[in-house]
C-alpha cells in the first residue's frame, strides 16, 4: 500500500527538508478517548494550527519559503506524478483547499477552499477552475472566518457547503452556490455552533452537524437535517465533536473526533414517536481511531476518512485511514504521502481516492489509485 518511489514532488520535499522517511502502514488499534477541547482550542476538525496554517506560519520560515518554491514551481491545477503508478496530485497555487465532492453524472471534482468562501472544480479534460463563491455573512471575511467544512453537490447542480465560522463561536452557517450561479445562506442557522458535517441522502434530502462548546469546556455536538429553504432541525444529538457525516451503504455513518469514533445511525423513519436519537441503543460504533475527520463512501462497503492532525500521546502517523464494514481500520497513506488530509472523495468508476491536503508542503489535492 506504501509508495516511497517514483515520486517527482515527494523527491522536491526530500532535497528541501533532508529528514523526511517513509513509514510502514498497518492496522489501527483501538484507542483511548482523548480529552475534548475548549472551543478556543478547536478550529472545526483541525487544531488551532490551522489559524497560523492560513497565514503559512505553521513551519519554519525557511521550510516555508522553500517548499512554497517548489509548489509555484508547478503549474496550478495540473496533474502529475507524486506516487508509483497512477497517482497524481492537483497543486492549488491559491487557497486552501478543505472537503471534497466527486460527482459521477459529470466527472468532476467539487473542492471546499477554506479561504474567501471559494469553491473549484476540476475535471481531467480543463484541470482546476474557480467555480464560484458562497454568501458571506456580514464581516465573516474580514474576520478571516471562513473555514469550511464539508460539500455536497444535489441532483439540479446546487453546491452546498458547511461553514464553521470564527474559532470563538460566530460566522458559522450552511451556504449553498445555486446552478445560475446565484448564492445563499440557509435561514436560522446558530452562528455559534461550529458546523463541519454534510451529507446528502436520496431525494436530495440533507444531513448536517453541529457542535459547540459547553461551560464544563466539554464539546456538545448534534446531527441534523437541513432544507435549504426552511432551516435546520435536531436529528440525533449526544455527540461530541462531529467534524463529519456520511450516508452510504444505507447507514448514516457520524465521525466524532471528540469520542475517536465512528457511529452508525438509523437513516430512514426518523427517531421514533417524533423525538431525537440521544445515544443509548440508537448509534452503534463502526470503529474507534485516532482524531477520525471527514468521510467518504469507498469499494466494497468501505469508507475512508482523513486525520488533519496527530492524535494526542500516540505515536499513529497522520494517515488516511481506510474502514471495512465489520470496523477493521487499516492506514490506507501516511506521513509522508500525506501532510495534513482532511476532505476525500472516491470516484467509483476509476478507483481512484481524493484526498484534500492543505500542509504548506502538499497544498491540493492527491489521487490516489484504490487497489
Known sequence: MRHCSRAPLATIAYFILGSLACSSGGTTGTTSVPDAATP?????SKDVSLVQDVAGEDVAPDVAIDSASAIAALDAGSSLDVAAGSDKFIAMAEGQPASLWWEASNSTLYIADNQNNQVWSWTEAAG???FGTTAATAGEIDAGATLVGQLVRQSDGTVVVARFGSPRGSFAAVSYILPDGGSGLVPGVDPGQHHLGLGLNTGDKLFGSYFAGTPGGAMAGVVTRIDLQTGETTYAGGFAKIVGVLVANGKLYVSDQGNSTIFVLPLEGGPLDGGVYDGGAS???LATLPVPDQLCA????TIFTGQFQAAPNSTDPISVRQIKPDGTVTLF???????KPSGCAYDAAQRRLFVADSSTLLNGIHIFVVP
Do not use: E
Open 298 to 301: 469507498g469499494p466494497d462497503g
Open 40 to 44: 478556543t482550542q478547536d478550529v472545526g
Open 283 to 285: 448509534y452503534q460504533v
Open 128 to 130: 482546476l477552475a474557480k
Open 333 to 339: 497513506r501516511s506521513d509522508p504521502d500525506v501532510g
